[in-house]
């Protein structure tokens, strides 16, 4: 039941995140204003708002215009409904780090759409993810060092990198999303995070562009795949292989 209620959450959340996806890189305010059509501005009534559910009532057509809306919404909406189940599955009754990892997730989410169309991660989003991952250090402060640690290596890492290429291998948004999620994950988590996060990107990237696409690269969906990946399997991931060696 537990499970089920927080997936609901998460597909509720996912609306919200569909919000942020469309309307931060407009510049358009986001909490006081109706959920409306893109389109013809139609404010959207409560039984229009329902997760998945609407948009597949309607046959994904605003009830004002009739205009065709994006698929972008139910996927959207059902990847955040998997990933807070997922992340229900692993950290059930550990209820500080569950909540705080349903956000980091969403967040990782929005982040990643916005910077693959936009080649830009919105400042707010990383002030976001840095406060939990200084909200994840309060809720853990026996392994602060480790925390600290992540912090130093993963925002560190990615500054020299961003200060020797002059800003030509990555943005600072990049360089800002290490930080915060450096401080989140810890030491060895946001290791295997940038090593999955740069091994997708690298194959993912050759193959677009052998297809055609150009040598600009939006870095932060596959940094958010590695970060989302490594909060929720890395700690049991890193513990298996450092047992593998006995170690």
């Given amino acids: 039941m537990t499970l ?17 996806i469309l309307r931060i890189p407009r510049g358009e305010e986001f909490v006081k204003t109706p959920s409306h059509c893109m389109t013809c501005g139609h404010n959207l009534t409560w039984y229009e708002n329902i997760p998945l559910v609407s948009w597949l009532i309607q046959g994904g057509k605003c009830r004002g215009c009739g205009v065709k809306l994006s698929a972008q919404y139910p996927l959207v909406e059902g990847a955040n409904g998997i990933l807070w189940f997922l992340a229900g599955l692993r950290f059930y009754g550990d209820w500080d780090v569950l909540a705080l990892t349903c956000v980091l997730l969403s967040m990782l989410l929005v982040l990643a759409i916005i910077d693959w169309r936009t080649f830009t991660i919105p400042n707010g989003i990383n002030l976001v993810i840095f406060v939990l991952g200084v909200a994840r250090l309060v809720t853990d402060l026996e392994q602060w060092t480790g925390h600290m640690a992540g912090l130093a290596f993963g925002g560190g890492l990615f500054f020299a990198l961003w200060f020797l290429t002059r800003g030509a291998g990555l943005g600072f ?11 989140f994950l810890g030491f060895g988590p946001v290791v295997l995070a ?5 091994t997708v990107g690298s194959v993912i990237h050759l193959i677009r562009m052998k297809r055609g696409a150009g040598k600009k690269l939006a870095f932060g969906p596959y940094l958010a795949l590695g970060i989302g990946f490594s909060a929720l399997f890395g700690e049991p991931i890193i513990e298996a292989y450092l047992k593998l060696f006995g170690l």
């Fill in 173 to 183: 948004g990049d360089v800002k999303l290490m930080f915060g999620a450096g401080l």
């Fill in 4 to 20: 089920m209620i927080l997936t609901i959450l998460g597909l509720c959340m996912g609306s919200f995140c569909n919000v942020l």
């Fill in 194 to 198: 940038l090593i999955l996060g740069c």
